[in-house]
C-alpha cells in the first residue's frame, strides 16, 4: 500500500466515514471530504462522485469507481468491483467479489479458506436499490434496475429490471421490450419465471406486469 493511500485510509476510516450523509446539514461539505479521500483510496475514481456516509471499502484496493457514481449510506464493498458511470446505489448494499471455500465436508468451513476471487461488474447507467446483495462474479448491465432488497446471483441483462430473492427479470425498460425478449437473448433460465407453458408470468406482452 502506498502511503498516501494508507494515510487517506486512515483520516476516511477513522473520521469521514462517520461524516453526516448529504442530506443533513453539513452534508455537502462531508460529501467533498469523503470523494476527494476515495480519490487517493481507489484504483480508480471519476469526476463527482458520491461516497455515503458508512460506506466501507476498506483501503480501497480492487475498487473502481466511474463518474457521477455512487457507494451508498452504510454499503460494505469487497473487491474486485468495478463501478460504471452513472450509477445510483440506495443504502446498505453489499457488494461481495469474495466467498468462502466450502467444497469439504471433511474440514470445518470456517477453516477452508477464500475461494479465488471474482470480479463484481456494473455498467453505466446502473441503479441498485436499497439493501440488494451482488454476490461473487456477477456482470449488471447498462441501464438495468435492481430492485431493493435483491438478491442478485446471475448476471442481469442490459435494460431490464430484475427483483426478488434470488433476483429475476421483471420486465425490459426499452419501449416495446419484454421478457420474452431477455428469454430469446440467452438470459440464465433462473433469472425468469415461467409458467408451465413455458410463458414468462411477470409480463404481458408489452412488458407490463401481467394482471392477476
Request: glycine share 14%.
Amino acid at each position: 500500500m502506498t502511503p498516501r493511500r494508507a494515510a487517506a485510509s486512515v483520516a476516511y476510516l477513522g473520521l469521514a466515514r462517520h461524516l453526516p450523509w448529504s442530506p443533513r446539514p453539513g452534508g455537502h461539505a462531508a460529501r467533498l471530504v469523503r470523494a476527494g479521500l476515495a480519490r487517493w483510496m481507489l484504483d480508480a475514481c471519476g469526476r463527482d462522485v458520491n461516497v455515503e456516509h458508512g460506506a466501507w471499502f476498506g483501503s480501497g484496493r480492487g475498487v473502481e469507481l466511474g463518474d457521477r457514481s455512487d457507494i451508498g449510506m452504510d454499503a460494505l464493498v469487497i473487491g474486485p468491483v468495478r463501478i460504471g458511470r452513472d450509477v445510483m446505489m440506495g443504502p446498505r448494499c453489499i457488494l461481495l467479489a469474495s466467498s468462502h471455500d466450502t467444497r469439504s465436508v471433511d474440514v470445518p468451513m470456517n477453516q477452508q479458506g477464500f475461494l479465488e476471487d471474482r470480479p463484481i461488474v456494473i455498467e453505466d447507467d446502473v441503479w441498485i436499490g436499497a439493501g440488494c446483495v451482488i454476490l461473487p462474479g456477477r456482470h449488471i448491465g447498462t441501464g438495468s434496475i435492481v430492485g431493493a432488497g435483491s438478491v442478485v446471483a446471475s448476471d442481469v441483462p442490459p435494460w431490464t429490471v430484475v427483483a426478488g430473492n434470488p433476483a429475476r427479470i421483471v420486465r425490459g425498460r426499452r419501449p416495446g421490450q419484454d421478457v420474452q425478449d431477455a428469454v430469446a437473448s440467452g438470459v440464465p433460465p433462473s433469472l425468469v419465471e415461467l409458467d408451465d407453458h413455458g410463458v414468462p408470468t411477470d409480463a404481458g406482452p408489452t412488458g407490463t406486469p401481467a394482471q392477476r
